[in-house]
């Protein structure tokens, strides 16, 4: 590994890394950018049931549409935030807002579930690109005590444009089209691409050479693995040797990564940043965060349309109440964070969304919007505190050269968190569904073929019963047996994140408020 060298920071007036004229402006101009990823990561949810039926995908079809697009953003976030340290944040944040708005568009002229999930997949090559350079742009914006209030409206902007996923999504699929989730993404992604070439302006470390190319193949290899090898196991199951072979080349390829991390002369991820307690776990709490809310928003779509019968539009009206919650819950957060530090207000925040997640399982089959709209205004006052304490501590506890490496591991943690959430809740979901399916049939499973009974757990995933051709009595039990069962997989689902959320409210305990330099302080390079 390098030898640390001590160099001075630069000033602002000095540094071309300051924005042109006002942070606030440079904000604003990052934040078109990011709020376009951020809503394809939630309104997708909202999409997924009608994307199933005009493309005939399966679940795992759909599980991809989500979990490769937040893969590819978790794989390629590191690598780009590097890529930004060294060619300049601000090229590679317009290349990934122009890639990712080319790529919506394409996605919303498909016809095909392969060519969708391709294009997913691109799309969140390309949202990476522009994630960490916005943080790294924003480091540069607000230098010294001024980092935490622009930390503060940075969380506020993720959390509401996340909430606003399914609402957005709702009006859109049932007014115009699910093709048009994407297409809106054009004029955003062109405003994104007018303020960034006038407002911002250029900045890039002066301290880095190259990209850790081995690195890059070992990290994406490792995370690959994982993600695939959760997805599958419902099908191949958890036992059987493509499974366990999958997790043993994640577990293979994360230590050789390690290693060769510690002996690369540039490596991809500074091991020295996680020396501080604060950035380890800031990252373990942005994975859980997402974890919860990214699994959460999976599954309610299919809940809302499939067992529920609303439209997109009431379906994304359910969840109103989490957008409204954001509103008010993310400024609280932030002055929350300023006068009580983020210690005991992410674990505050931890065990309300632990409450939140509880109270969702124990919603019933006809739950009311009242019902369904506690828990989802009690889950806005919960991940607001984390959005906003972990981007704060991660970004803020790191060397300003390592600005753009600092803001691809926030993003990729996310990220891997949502990914993982999807995956791993419905793996969960999916094995209560198959355990619980044939005794709400009763009598009527033993009459049943193997094959169908699997069709059948299929169908079920999403909420949906095939009765086609059925007699009505038959038909009604069939649709008793399958929602019910439904809803035992999702209340399991929600019970695990609850007891995630519970456990990483220990760990928020442990965190320290970041520190960024001041002006003309030295900093610390590794």
Known sequence: MAQAKTVAAPSPSADEGDAKGSPWLTLLAVSLGVIMVMLDGTVVGIANPVIGRELQASLSDLQWVTSGYLLALAVFLITAGKLGDLFGHKRIFLIGVAGFTVTSLAIGFTG????????????????????????????????????????????????????????????????????????????????????????????????????????????????????????????????????????????????????????????????????????????????????????AMFFLGFFFQGVHGLTPLEAGLRMLPMSAGMIIASPLAGMAIGKLGPKITMASGLLITALAMFLMSRLGVEATFVESGIPFLVLAFGLSPVFVGATEIIVGNVDPQYAGVAGGVQQSAMQVGGALGTAILGAVMAGEIADKLPGHLGPAAQAIKPEQMHLLEKAAAFGTAPTQGLPAEVAQLVTTAVHNSFMDGMHLAFLVSTGVAILTAVLALFVKRGSAPTEGAPVHVG
């Not at 990476?128 to 005590?145: D, E, I, K, S, V």
């Not at 001024?146 to 609402?167: E, H, V």
């Not at 006038?198 to 301290?207: A, F, G, H």
């Not at 500074?270 to 950035?279: A, E, G």
């Open 112 to 295: 095909s579930i392969t060519a969708l999930i391709f294009f997913r997949v691109l799309q969140g090559l390309f949202g990476a690109l522009l994630q960490p350079a916005a943080l790294a742009l924003l480091r540069n914006a607000f230098p010294g005590p001024k980092l935490n209030q622009a930390m503060g409206a940075w969380g506020a902007i993720i959390g509401l444009s996340s909430a606003a996923g399914p609402i957005v999504g709702g009006l859109l699929v049932e007014n115009v089209s699910w093709q048009s989730v994407f297409f809106i993404n054009g004029p955003v992604g062109v405003a994104a691409l007018i303020m960034g070439v006038v407002i911002i302006k250029e900045s890039k470390s002066r301290l880095l050479s190259r990209v850790d190319w081995l690195g890059v193949v070992l990290l994406s290899g490792a995370m690959f693995s994982l993600i695939w090898s959760i997805i599958k196991a419902p099908e191949w199951g958890w036992g059987d040797a493509k499974t366990i072979g999958f997790l043993i080349g994640f577990a293979v390829l994360t230590a050789v990564f390690i290693f060769w991390q510690t002996a690369a002369r540039t490596p991809l991820v500074p091991l020295s940043i996680f020396k501080n307690p604060s950035v380890s776990i800031g990252t373990g709490l942005m994975m859980m965060v997402a974890f919860a809310m990214f699994g």
